[in-house]
């Protein structure tokens, strides 16, 4: 059965999904919850097919300021590609429970990417960092996305439309050359 991803007006928990330029492309998925960002680091981004599971990189608690953020941070640029709300499904709705447990299923409700998705910590880590995997939940996102891929079709900021190459050439120092380099430390 086709579940409609209609929790989007409930997302209470700001998301966002960066595209990073650091030594290799990569997505970070940042989850407001509690008063920070969840972070996880995806090599290869999301995928919007069912069954094919992506690997997410657990990494430190952002802080929240950093949601909107897009410049460039001293491993490289960093783009804004997606922005929204997400909510945990009904099993997920102890969150902190569910981070626990490993198992954490939620609805995204951005711009660019909807639905279900489902984030599993698995036995795994790469330099003491655990590996969990993301996968796409069966839903008419999923359906409307079956043959296609939402990073080849929307790779531009969804804030300035802007590409990592544009927000580079783009980015002016902050003033403050010590306080700026401390904040976008945390950034990347
Ligand atoms: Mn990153």
């Known amino acids: 059965m086709k579940v409609e991803a209609n929790r989007c007006a409930y997302g209470q928990h700001a998301y966002a999904m ?81 981070l626990r447990k490993g198992v954490l299923r939620f609805t995204l409700c951005g711009e660019k990417l909807q639905g279900i998705w489902i984030l599993t910590r698995t036995n795994i880590t790469s330099n003491t960092r655990h590996i969990w995997k993301l996968g796409k939940y069966p839903d008419a996102f999923a359906e409307r996305y079956a043959h296609r891929c939402v990073l080849v079709e929307r790779p531009n900021s969804i804030s300035t439309r802007r590409t990592l190459e544009e927000i580079a050439r783009d980015w002016t120092r902050p003033r403050d050359k010590h306080q700026g380099q401390m904040k976008l430390f945390d950034a990347a």
Request: glycine letters at 8%; one cysteine or more.
């Open 18 to 98: 960066k595209k990073h330029q650091a030594k290799r492309l990569h997505y970070d998925l940042r989850l407001e919850w509690n008063g920070v960002l969840l972070s996880w680091a995806l090599p290869e981004g999301p995928s919007c097919q069912p069954g094919v599971v992506r690997e997410a990189v657990e990494m430190d608690d952002h802080r929240e300021a950093y949601l909107q953020f897009e410049g460039v941070h001293h491993t490289g640029p960093i783009m804004l590609w997606d922005r929204g709300t997400w909510e945990p499904e009904p099993e997920s709705e102890d969150i902190g429970k569910s």
